[in-house]
């Protein structure tokens, strides 16, 4: 039996192609040298260059962490190519006829035509691939409504007074060790502004890509959503199949400001690595919203991809009444390792966190959920309910759950249910007996196990999260 | 239909059925009855083809077709249908996504079209009245919570969507009340026809007496000591299984 659930689990990495792009690729290795230069291509400002040299200034001194529950050897950062972008994009095309084919045809591929006539239907789409933006659709639509919605390199250069005030304002430059790299050397991602009042819309959404070989990917994403505005972003990602281990550390930061709402869903589908664990994306990243007063954060997330993923979106709940709320499906299989959850700190008065966590580990694979809710002791009435539940396929995998909790305020609640299970073989000969293949049978079995998380995804990035764990849509009938 | 001929077969290097025949035409119900441990629940196992039975010896044909050669699902599809003793809990998973998916993977391996939403739903809501499940219960997980009751009209609401060819029943009517038990044999006999065959384990004559079965077979020690028409239940219900045990020369196969 546990054959067949392995034959179920164990799929071919769809997104593991190679584009042959003609590109500019920085030699590998990191020192001022090359940030002054990575920071000159881009065209950056003064005060961009000094902020990245602070940074790199402060990494320098930082230890790398290892704290968390993967095994891995360690990286060598001056192995790493720091800047690559396609060659075609040095005279940064004005409009998509001028952009080169293939790499139109690299996202088409991916399912994501950039065409906007061919596009979804109210989703406007950022293509990030390798250390470039290559294009942002939809961008006058959203410019009528007030919206920006543009790569962070532009933003740095049209909206210098936004970036400069919001920038490492939520993640600042010393944060960790991976953030204090990515502020260093942060080639490209997205600025998204939506101005007081407004609902954006149409969803956003980012694709990454990183293509090129020994390159690491570092994106930026700054969303500020102002007094009482609505977005809703998506972000996804592919890269291809490669034996080396591959760099992505991205710093994501969430401004909600008074009364605003962000709603942030990620489908991450980087390169695994195979079967013996060879090659693979190591996905270092920092997440993390500030909340301000009654302002509602939402994080969503379906991991699926990377060797290693490290990332704990989390919320700063500063404002009364603020809202944080992170759902999560981790998917591991083969050799990968995930260590992610989130953090939820309650500063403001009646905060509400929820977070609901669904953990799924497969063949040698190994799942931890990590998480942190903190009350302090101005967070008056704030509350907390918190729901991990792990669920494993076959008997060499691992699940873990390490949740801490701090609460210095008395009045506040704060809850926490987990539950492991397992897909048993009696689940699997009942699905079978009636005539339903193993495949569709643990599909069914994860899909319902996840059923609350995949809720919360927008539709179009519910499909795809859908088709990742091979899963038919719940509510196809009736 | 079914021709089982001298199967053995063991669980764990352990041998339960010790040369067991067995014959069952279309249209027949044919009553397994037995002492604990005597391999009753074996055998629905070993028809239905779940890895952890071994079949040592012996041939088992159904509809002329080599039974052993076929897997889980080939069997499922093929129109072989057990119900369980105790059916499985699949938390999270509808019943309605469940019976679905079991429906149009026996019909895709027909060859018919897969039915509409709402051909299917109006279909489910049918079956749910047939077994007095209240039709909030499609949209429940799988046995999620149900009582054991509760439990073994979902497994005979799953026989009446698939239409079954062979019916295994494996004590359902263990656990049930008086009123469940009839149902659960309104349920059967509402579905007894010239083509479709039962095999009904079962301790208690009770279930019987609704069933009304064409034979009657007594399962000890993994072998068919005694098979006879409906009125051997009621002599065995009076005597128990050991006058048989004794009577090695009663034994008699069909």
């Given at each position: 039996m546990t054959d067949q659930i392995e034959k179920a689990i164990t799929r071919e990495y769809e997104a593991g192609f190679t584009s042959s792009i003609e590109s500019n690729t920085f030699e590998p290795g990191l020192n001022e040298e090359v940030i002054a230069r990575l920071s000159a291509i881009k065209g950056e400002p003064q005060w961009m260059l000094d902020w990245r040299l602070k940074a790199f200034a402060s990494w320098k001194k930082m230890p790398e962490p290892h704290w968390a529950h993967i095994d891995y050897s360690k990286i060598d950062f001056q192995a790493i190519s720091y800047y690559s972008s396609p060659k075609s994009m040095d005279d940064k095309p004005k409009s998509l006829d001028e952009i080169d084919p293939e790499l139109l045809a690299t996202y088409e591929k991916l399912g994501i035509p950039l065409m906007e006539q061919q596009m979804l239907a109210g989703v406007a789409v950022d293509a990030v691939f390798d250390s470039v933006s290559v294009v942002t659709t939809?961008?006058?639509?959203?410019?009528?409504?007030?919206?920006?919605?543009?790569?962070?390199?532009?933003?740095?250069?049209?909206?210098?007074?936004?970036?400069?005030?919001?920038?490492?304002?939520?993640?600042?430059?010393?944060?960790?060790?991976y953030?204090?790299?990515?502020?260093?050397?942060?080639?490209?991602?997205?600025?998204?502004?939506?101005p007081k009042g407004v609902r954006c819309p149409m969803e956003l959404s980012t694709y990454f890509r990183i293509n090129e070989q020994n390159t690491g990917q570092f994106e930026r994403t700054l969303v500020i959503a102002d007094e009482g505005s609505h977005v809703s972003y998506l972000e996804g990602c592919s890269a291809p199949q490669r034996d080396?281990?591959?760099?992505?550390?991205?710093?994501?930061?969430?401004?909600?400001?008074?009364?605003?709402?962000?709603?942030?869903?990620?489908?991450?589908?980087?390169y695994p690595g195979d079967e013996q664990g060879r090659g693979g994306i190591y996905n270092f990243v920092t997440k993390?919203?500030?909340?301000?007063?009654?302002?509602?954060?939402?994080?969503?997330?379906?991991?699926?991809?990377?060797?290693?993923?490290?990332?704990?979106?989390?919320?700063?709940?500063?404002?009364?009444?603020?809202?944080?709320?992170?759902?999560?499906?981790?998917?591991?299989?083969?050799?990968?390792?995930?260590?992610?959850?989130?953090?939820?700190?309650?500063?403001?008065?009646?905060?509400?966190?929820?977070?609901?966590?669904?953990?799924?580990?497969?063949?040698?694979?190994?799942?931890?959920?990590?998480?942190?809710?903190?009350?302090?002791?101005?967070?008056?009435?704030?509350?907390?309910?918190?729901?991990?539940?792990?669920?494993?396929?076959?008997?060499?995998?691992?699940?873990?759950?390490?949740?801490?909790?701090?609460?210095?305020?008395?009045?506040?609640?704060?809850?926490?249910?987990?539950?492991?299970?397992?897909?048993?073989?009696?689940?699997?000969?009942?699905?079978?007996?009636?005539?339903?293949?193993?495949?569709?049978?643990?599909?069914?079995?994860?899909?319902?196990?996840?059923?609350?998380?995949?809720?919360?995804?927008?539709?179009?990035?519910?499909?795809?999260?859908?088709?990742?764990?091979?899963?038919?849509l719940e509510g196809s009938v009736g | 239909m079914l021709s089982i001929k001298n199967l053995k077969a063991s669980i764990a290097g352990k041998?339960?059925?010790?040369?067991?025949?067995?014959?069952?035409?279309?249209?027949?119900?044919?009553?397994?009855?037995?002492?604990?441990?005597?391999?009753?629940?074996?055998?629905?196992?070993?028809?239905?083809?779940?890895?952890?039975?071994?079949?040592?010896?012996?041939?088992?044909?159904?509809?002329?077709v080599d039974l052993l050669t076929m897997d889980i699902e080939e069997r499922a599809l093929a129109g072989l249908f057990l119900a369980f003793q105790y059916p499985l809990e699949i938390p999270g998973v509808s019943n309605l996504e469940f019976l679905k998916a079991a429906v149009d993977a026996q019909r895709e391996a027909r060859g018919e079209p897969l039915m509409s939403s709402k051909e299917f739903l109006s279909a489910a809501r049918e079956a749910c009245k047939a077994v007095r499940l209240p039709t909030e219960f499609l949209k429940r997980?799988?046995?999620?919570?149900?009582?054991?009751?509760?439990?073994?009209?979902?497994?005979?609401?799953?026989?009446?969507?698939?239409?079954?060819?062979?019916?295994?029943?494996?004590?359902?009517?263990?656990?049930?009340?008086?009123?469940?038990?009839?149902?659960?044999?309104d349920c059967v006999n509402s579905q007894r026809d010239a083509k479709r065959s039962?095999?009904?384990?079962?301790?208690?004559?009770?279930?019987?007496?609704y069933l009304k079965p064409d034979y009657v077979h007594v399962l000890s020690e993994g072998k068919i000591i005694k098979s006879g028409g409906p009125s051997l239940a009621p002599e065995l219900e009076e005597q128990g299984y050991a006058w048989l045990a004794r009577q090695p020369g009663e034994e008699k196969s069909l």
């Open positions: 939809f961008r006058e639509k959203l410019k009528e409504a007030g919206v920006i919605f543009c790569s962070i390199s532009e933003a740095i250069k049209e909206y210098p007074e936004l970036v400069q005030k919001y920038l490492g304002s939520v993640v600042p430059r010393t944060d960790n060790y953030a204090a790299l990515n502020s260093a050397v942060f080639t490209d991602g997205s600025f998204v502004y939506v080396e281990n591959q760099l992505h550390a991205a710093v994501v930061e969430l401004v909600a400001l008074d009364d605003a709402q962000i709603k942030y869903s990620t489908v991450q589908n980087w993390r919203a500030m909340c301000h007063k009654n302002a509602k954060v939402s994080w969503t997330q379906v991991e699926t991809g990377s060797a290693i993923t490290w990332k704990y979106p989390s919320c700063i709940l500063r404002g009364d009444n603020s809202v944080g709320e992170f759902y999560s499906v981790a998917l591991t299989r083969g050799r990968q390792q995930a260590d992610t959850g989130t953090k939820m700190i309650h500063l403001g008065k009646n905060t509400r966190s929820t977070i609901i966590s669904k953990g799924i580990s497969a063949a040698q694979s190994n799942n931890s959920y990590r998480g942190l809710v903190k009350m302090m002791p101005t967070a008056e009435g704030a509350r907390n309910y918190t729901q991990c539940d792990s669920l494993l396929i076959g008997d060499q995998c691992g699940a873990h759950t390490f949740p801490y909790i701090e609460s210095r305020n008395p009045s506040a609640i704060v809850e926490h249910e987990a539950t492991t299970s397992k897909v048993s073989d009696d689940q699997l000969f009942l699905c079978q007996q009636r005539g339903i293949n193993s495949e569709k049978a643990v599909s069914m079995i994860v899909n319902g196990f996840c059923k609350e998380v995949f809720k919360q995804l927008p539709m179009e990035f519910a499909v795809e999260a859908g088709k990742l764990l091979e899963i038919s | 041998t339960i059925l010790k040369g067991l025949d067995l014959t069952v035409n279309p249209g027949e119900v044919h009553a397994i009855m037995g002492p604990n441990g005597s391999g009753k629940s074996t055998l629905g196992y070993v028809l239905s083809g779940r890895e952890a039975y071994i079949v040592e010896e012996g041939s088992i044909l159904f509809e002329g997980g799988v046995n999620e919570g149900f009582s054991g009751g509760e439990k073994k009209r979902n497994d005979i609401l799953q026989m009446l969507m698939l239409q079954p060819k062979l019916c295994i029943l494996d004590e359902t009517d263990s656990g049930l009340d008086i009123d469940a038990l009839k149902l659960v044999a039962f095999i009904v384990v079962t301790h208690y004559q009770r279930l019987l007496d």
